[in-house]
């Protein structure tokens, strides 16, 4: 028997196990014991709700049960402004938003408020994912916010109260609830509504009292916020691709390691992976569950989207302006290339 290999195997192993001790102890340094504030106006088992939990869940795994995420389900937090401002402010640590209420702090993201401009979830996940999305998310940065992750709302539909909308005519005279977000005023004045902002907390008893006529909302939504009850007509209309957006706290980033913003960064991404699944899976029983409590429901014909289109030239060029020519060929390009690529 060699004992000087023994030794020399068992003097290597030893070397090795401290390595790796070592190693584990440093990364297990790196992440602290925290609890953060996660806050969205969906309801805990909404799809939005679900992919709360589901992120919150990756981050307690990936950081050993050191970094808690706590959950503020159904606007707990305020509105969508007052939960931006804290975030901004560092008092709340995420946000899961629309992305057209973000327009304001993110130019870009106003290019996918142009209707039709997405008419394909496939081409709107790559666009997201992709180097036109990364760079929207990088934009948050000038706003003392990070940008982590779309996730899904999907296509926005129409409701409301009074009738059938068949064709873009039917439009014309509704008083109709709208995003706080200009390009949303301009769009539904063109199609001779009465458009009235209003944030979202504010619109269930908005349409119990009439105040408002309607509304345009996701299927996700509509069905979360139960509109069925106080709405008697849904009109499939697919006039805009809504993403989700995971916003954190730049001030929480900054005191975060490495190792801590990569635990955060890719349960985001993975969450917002599964979130949209879950909203794509479950969209049909949605409408039936509508249909079955006594909604009527309709579907835009390809004629009636080309019209409805088409009478959004203006606003979209208007649009276009404010984001830059430049750029909004530069995304219209991009979905141009995804969609031939996926088409093959």
């Known amino acids: 028997m060699n004992f000087k290999n023994i030794f020399r195997t068992s003097s290597v192993a030893v070397a090795l196990g401290l390595t ?10 790196d992440i602290k014991e925290r609890t953060l504030k996660f806050g969205h106006l969906s309801t805990a088992d ?56 973000l327009t304001s702090m993110v130019k870009q993201l106003q290019v996918l408020d142009f209707p039709g401009m997405v008419t394909d979830k496939k081409v709107a996940y790559a666009l997201l994912d992709g180097p036109i999305g990364t760079g929207m998310l990088k934009e948050f940065s000038k706003k003392n916010l990070v940008g982590l992750a779309f ?15 068949q064709k873009v005519e039917d439009f014309e005279g509704l008083k109709v609830r709208v995003i706080q977000n200009p390009i949303y005023i301009d769009m539904f004045e063109q199609l001779d509504t009465h458009a009235v902002p209003m944030s979202f907390n504010e619109l269930y008893t908005a349409l119990e009292t009439k105040m408002v006529d309607g509304q345009d909302n996701t299927i996700s939504t509509d069905d979360m916020a139960r509109f069925d009850e106080v709405q008697k007509y849904l ?4 006039h805009i691709y809504n993403p989700m ?23 985001a991404l993975e ?3 599964y979130q949209r699944q879950v909203n794509t899976d479950t969209e049909d029983s949605q409408i039936k569950r509508m249909q079955a ?19 959004m030239k203006p606003v979209i060029e208007k649009y276009s302006k404010v984001v830059g020519a430049d750029y909004v060929k530069q995304v219209s390009d991009e979905i141009e290339r995804i969609s031939a690529s996926t088409a093959k």
Do not use: C
């Open 293 to 311: 409590a006594g909604m009527t429901v309709d579907y835009f014909s390809p004629e009636e989207m080309i019209k409805m289109r088409t009478k």
């Open 151 to 165: 996730w899904e709302n999907g296509y926005r539909q129409f409701t409301n109260s009074k009738r059938r909308i």
């Open 271 to 273: 969450a917002g992976a």
């Open 20 to 29: 790796l001790a070592t190693v584990t102890t440093t990364a297990n340094a």
């Open 235 to 238: 009109t499939m209309t697919n």
């Open 46 to 101: 909404a799809t939005n709700g679900k992919g709360a939990v589901k992120f919150a869940e990756l981050v307690a795994d990936r950081s050993g049960g050191k970094i808690k995420v706590d959950i503020y389900n159904s606007g707990q937090l305020g509105s969508e402004v007052q939960q931006i401002g804290a975030t901004q402010g560092g008092t709340q640590d995420f946000v899961l938003l629309s992305s057209s209420p």
């Open 245 to 267: 957006v995971l916003v954190g706290s730049k001030k929480m980033w900054d005191s975060f390691s490495a190792e801590e913003q990569k635990i955060i960064g890719d349960a």
